[in-house]
């Protein structure tokens, strides 16, 4: 070792009052940023600007609005919605609806705007009006109506009558953070008064406002759950490996002390909590574990070693410096590539535990020595319960070089050939656990009512006014027609549904014409009467464009995967391009659709970030180790441990989603901290103490043999923590990243002195 490690060393210890007064300092000053902390509730955050899809869809809803919504789903227990006790509920909650914050529009089965031909009047009304008050002739007429009609059956209506759904078209002004909230809170107690005044009617809440809301909810749930759990599990996994109460207290006051500096800057920075970048404290927690223990181990050895406490704790420094440095930078090297992540929030979540390893990396080789020094600390490491059997392993593997490292590799290359049965395929519908009531909510819809993804078409005529060229409607409606028929498709919403329905009207009500007019000035005549005939809130505004060149089909599918989505669009564009004229040509959005995109983006763009840090990870090796050959070879047992881990959950598991594309990135970073503290003990006994290969490999083994696999216990331990988390990306994230941890540990125990021998020989 150097002198300037030596001397770095001597004076923490002289410095540590000066070092522990400043340290407090900077907790307070960092920590206060903790109340500056915000929660952002719109999942569009997901979605960078420069996201296609995005911008596709922002298109989409700047021509005809966005379809945000709150929507409450009815079931009586008499189930039929028929009766005059849940109609009038209807019409109540209908009207009562229409106090929710920012809502723009209303629609039901009793607000329902039908029409009928009064000679040569057109009237257009509610479907239902004091429903209380209604006949047995009434309520067959409605029910007779409402199931024969299109625009309702699968939609607001259940095709068997049993639920019906009162639907709330938002729209959020932007410009708080707190207005999902509002809407949220207003909703639920809505449905709270509803379901006390109608006990005898279930009701389900959902919509996109409250799916926004529960992101921020289950970010915040996360956090203060997920986090002491993993508190409690690092004492004991520190005070497992220490034995040491004050020595315990000591490591955890680093690992909490990083976590409280990184959430301080992020509330200091301004960035916004999510549901991804929640999981940041608690990975921060697991992470800071490896560099006190690193250090409380060290100390130990010195003070058995006949050394002060004092001189101890400088030794420890000096022996540790460089390799705590190094794994400080490899880690953050790998968190720092997840900015080239396609989703936002992964890039905060990258860079608030970036921030984390390098305040744990100061306070570690800081605040931890100068605190030792001061404390009367007699650290007793658990190392001769495992010492023997690791000396025990590193005569097998030394014995069996050649064996273990072929039958290693082969059994790395037959797993990762599992990665050949992965499919790129989510369901953001299904991203919440059944804990929640909001996946409650939406089972229950896509169960007995209709589905939750949708896929939005603007279907253009290419003339203003042609949306009534009756050969535009008769390729629109074979557009729809087509999609009704394909497998998933629960309900399909055109303009051309009112067209047909006011033509019947206007010709006597008979059924043979309902069709598209024959006529364009007959089409655009019913529509501008229909249109004028419409009460405040419930217009055309949200199927029409302003110069009536184009309308908005939307789409509504059941159970559907994000790669079903994406398939359904493609074959739809292909129908298009086959069968209908040019200007009708349109890319499938919607927010759905924006979904079903983001994994298979985010993949490939951190293939590139993976590929990235690997290389940078590299050159940072061979610089530190001064070896070229040992650092691209201590490479291997990085990179096989994601691999292999993916090649497992493509034969388990089959398909990956949003939560595990950044796991290779992500854990790049932490899998090589153990590489690097084996080969740096490695070359420290071949440069410095003369010894053989196998003497070398075995010097490893005893010295921070028992370090490592106590760290990645706890690093596993941390990262199952997170399957705990009702967030499905949070909880799939956090099975993955353990178990590529797991198996680096059973690499770096293995293939790394197997290799280490091999090519040293």
């Known amino acids: 070792m150097n002198r300037l490690e030596e001397n770095f060393g001597k004076w923490v210890v002289r410095q540590r009052w000066w070092i522990i007064g400043v340290t407090v300092m900077v907790l307070l000053l960092t920590g206060y940023g903790l109340r500056l902390l915000t929660f952002n509730r719109d999942l569009r955050v997901f979605f960078s600007k420069e996201n296609p899809q995005l911008q596709a869809l922002d298109a989409l809803e700047n021509t005809y609005g966005k379809t945000d919504n709150v ?10 919605v028929f009766t005059r006790e849940t109609l009038a509920a209807v019409e109540e909650l209908t009207e009562a609806a229409w106090q929710v914050p920012y809502s723009s529009r209303v629609d039901s089965l009793t607000n329902y705007q039908h029409t009928e031909a009064v000679e040569d009047d057109l009237t257009v009304e509610d479907l239902v009006r004091d429903a209380g008050n209604l006949s047995d002739e009434d309520l067959a007429r409605i029910r007779k109506i409402a199931l024969g009609e299109p625009q309702l059956v699968n939609l607001s209506l259940s095709p068997t009558g049993h639920v019906t759904e009162v639907n709330v078209t938002v729209l959020l002004p932007g410009k708080s953070e707190d207005e999902v909230t509002e809407v949220a809170e207003f909703a639920r107690t809505l449905a709270a008064d509803f379901r006390q005044k109608h006990p005898d009617i279930q009701l389900y809440a959902s919509g996109s406002v409250l799916f926004d809301n529960a992101f921020g909810e289950i970010s915040r ?29 000591a490591a955890f006051l680093v690992v909490l002390a990083s976590m409280i500096t990184a959430m301080g800057l992020t509330g200091w920075l301004r960035i916004s909590i999510t549901t991804a970048s929640a999981l940041a404290p608690t990975i921060i927690l697991t992470l800071g574990v490896a560099d006190s223990i690193h250090i409380l181990a060290s100390m130990r050895h010195a003070m058995d070693a006949g050394m002060s406490r004092h001189e101890a704790a400088a030794e420890s420094l000096r022996v540790n410096m460089r390799d705590e440095f190094l794994t400080a930078i490899t880690t953050a090297i790998g968190f720092i590539t997840m900015n080239f992540s396609d989703v936002p929030p992964f890039r905060d979540l990258g860079n608030i535990v970036a921030i984390g390893v390098v305040a744990a990396f100061l306070y570690a080789v800081l605040f931890l020595p100068a605190l030792m020094a001061v404390l009367p600390i007699r650290v007793k490491v658990r190392e001769e319960e495992g010492a023997g059997s690791l000396d025990r392993l590193a005569d097998f593997v030394i014995r069996r070089r050649k064996t273990v490292f072929w039958c290693t590799l082969a059994g790395s290359v037959l797993l990762s050939l599992g990665m050949l049965r992965i499919e790129l395929n989510d369901q953001f519908a299904k991203y919440f656990g059944k804990q929640y009531d909001i996946r409650r909510a939406i089972d229950f819809v896509e169960t007995n009512l209709t589905g939750w993804d949708i896929i939005e078409y603007s279907v253009g005529s290419g003339a203003p006014g042609g949306i009534h060229d009756p050969a535009y409607l008769a390729k629109l409606e074979e557009f729809a027609n087509w999609y009704r028929q394909q497998d998933k498709v629960i309900h399909v919403n055109t303009i051309t549904n009112v067209i047909k329905r006011l033509n019947q009207n206007m010709n006597g009500n008979d059924e043979s014409y309902y069709r598209i007019p024959e006529q364009r000035e007959l089409a655009a005549q019913y529509m501008l009467l229909y249109r004028m005939s419409l009460p405040a809130g419930l217009d055309l505004n949200h199927q029409i464009n302003v110069d009536e060149s184009a309308t908005r089909m939307i789409v509504t599918m059941r159970d559907a995967t994000s790669r079903e989505l994406r398939q359904m669009d493609e074959k739809a564009r292909q129908w ?27 993949i490939k763009s951190m293939l590139y970030s993976t590929l ?13 180790l001064r070896s070229l050959k040992l650092g691209l070879v201590s490479m291997l047992p990085n990179v096989l441990p994601a691999f ?19 796991v290779a990135a992500m854990t790049l970073g932490i899998v090589v901290d153990d590489t690097v503290h084996f080969v740096s003990k490695y070359l420290h006994a071949r440069r410095e103490e003369g010894k053989t290969a196998a003497e070398a490999v075995r010097y490893s083994y005893h010295t921070v043999g028992t370090a490592v696999w106590i760290i990645n216990l706890s690093l596993a331990a941390g990262f199952l923590v997170l399957t705990l988390s009702g967030y499905k990306v949070s909880s799939e994230m956090g099975l993955l990243s353990a178990l590529t941890i797991i198996l680096a540990m059973f690499f770096d125990f293995l293939l790394t002195p197997s290799l280490l021998m091999n090519v040293e020989k």
């Open 71 to 80: 929507s409450f789903a009815l079931s009586p227990a008499s189930g039929d």
């Open 221 to 249: 749930d996360d956090m203060y759950r997920l986090v002491p759990l993993m508190g409690l599990i690092l004492l004991g996994v520190i005070g497992f490996a220490l034995r040491s109460v004050l020595g315990t207290i």
């Open 576 to 602: 298009l391009a086959a069968s209908a004229p040019a200007s009708m040509y349109s890319y499938g959005s919607g927010l759905s659709m924006v979904w079903a995109h983001i994994s298979e983006r985010n």
């Open 612 to 624: 990235g840090g690997g290389v940078s990870i590299s050159l940072v090796l061979i610089f530190a």
């Open 644 to 662: 292999v881990a993916f090649g497992a959950w493509g034969y388990l598991a089959g398909q990956v989603g949003l939560g595990l594309s950044v």
